[in-house]
């Protein structure tokens, strides 16, 4: 396991899949180099909170034959035990 990939694995908290979460987002991070792993409080429409994991950055989006970069991309990766 690469030493960026063991670093990601420890920032997740116990109730996510680690070892197979932190490889995806290494592959991510791999493809998409302006993605930053962090984690992020995220609030559900019940008011209730959890601390996921999110990747935030820019990622390029091809439009009309041309690569545009989307900005301010932020996606949060759901724990096994997260609201539906």
């Known amino acids: 396991m690469p030493h960026y990939e063991d670093m990601i694995k420890k920032m ?3 109730t996510y899949h680690r070892k197979h979460v932190a490889h995806e987002i290494y592959v991510a991070l791999h493809h998409f180099k302006s993605l930053v792993p962090m984690m992020d409080r995220y609030v559900y429409n019940d008011g209730t909170t959890k601390n996921l994991m999110s990747l935030t950055g820019t ?9 545009h970069n989307l900005s301010e991309y ?10 539906t």
Do not use: G, Q, R
Not at 59 to 67: L, N
Not at 75 to 83: D, E, G, L, M, Q
């Open 12 to 14: 997740l908290p116990k």
């Open 59 to 67: 990622i390029p989006v091809m439009f009309a034959d041309e690569t």
């Open 74 to 83: 932020d996606t949060k990766i759901p724990s096994p035990s997260t609201h």
